[in-house]
């Protein structure tokens, strides 16, 4: 597609339910990105995909929270035992050089709005 | 360490200017700008970078104060599709370099 698609667009769990939330990056973007947009902030980095190696997960904020891009180029963020706070706008981003956001810009998707009740 | 971001919030009438500063604890590299409308995904505006080359796609212009570890976006003679949530990002050192986004400012242009 020409833009970085991420399904579903809404999604409501139930505490203590599994969530995953899909990216499809621009075709052949090499780097991808997860944020975490809480209302009425910043988002927040996750993690970062080169290819489908994760080299950067420091952002997860609990093991709970897990991604994967196994062929590089779609990517699921998985949240297990989903809870309150989780509730947020998770984001994908993707680029198209592999020194991450260091001076391109990244192409963001809509997000996924998840609401844990 | 988060960008601040000043002013927080502003109300414009179209055809008016204003600056958005983004300001960082800690050495900047290089600055990153994106606008963010209600619902939607944050869209690339441009990013600074150190020696004061800029790259972006709109007619908005920035400065970029590495002594000061500052940025400013300069939005002129606003149009009503200029409303929305600004953003600075602030990549680290190193290689690979994750951008940490500000505060955020809110912009609404008014008729």
């Known amino acids: 597609g020409a833009g970085v698609s991420q399904s579903p667009r809404y999604k409501v769990a139930k505490r203590g339910q599994d969530v995953a939330l899909r990216c499809d990056p621009i075709s052949g973007h090499v780097s991808l990105f997860w944020y975490q947009q809480a209302l009425g902030q910043g988002p927040e980095f996750l993690t970062y995909f080169q290819n489908e190696a994760q080299l950067d997960k420091s952002g997860l904020p609990s093991d709970r929270f897990f991604a994967e891009r196994p062929e590089g180029s779609v990517s699921t963020l998985k949240i297990q035992r989903t809870q309150q706070e989780d509730s947020a706008v998770y984001l994908c981003?993707?680029?198209?050089?592999?020194?991450?956001?260091?001076?391109?810009?990244?192409?963001f998707g809509q997000g996924t709005r998840l609401t844990v009740v | 360490q988060q960008p601040v971001q000043s002013p927080q919030a502003v109300i414009l009438r179209e055809g008016e200017d204003a600056v958005i500063n983004c300001s960082s604890s800690?050495?900047?590299?290089?600055v990153h700008w994106y606008r963010q409308k209600h619902g939607e995904a944050p869209v690339f505006l441009m990013i600074l970078l150190k020696g004061g080359e800029q790259k972006g796609h709109e007619k908005i212009s920035a400065s970029f104060n590495e002594k000061k570890q500052q940025s400013s976006l300069y939005l002129t003679a606003s149009q009503l599709s200029y409303s929305g949530t600004y953003f600075c990002g602030t990549p680290g050192g190193g290689g690979y370099q994750k951008v940490t986004f500000g505060t955020g400012t809110k912009l609404q242009v008014i008729p």
């Open positions: 800690k050495a900047l590299y290089s």
């Open positions: 981003a993707s680029s198209s050089r592999t020194a991450g956001l260091v001076n391109t810009e990244a192409f």
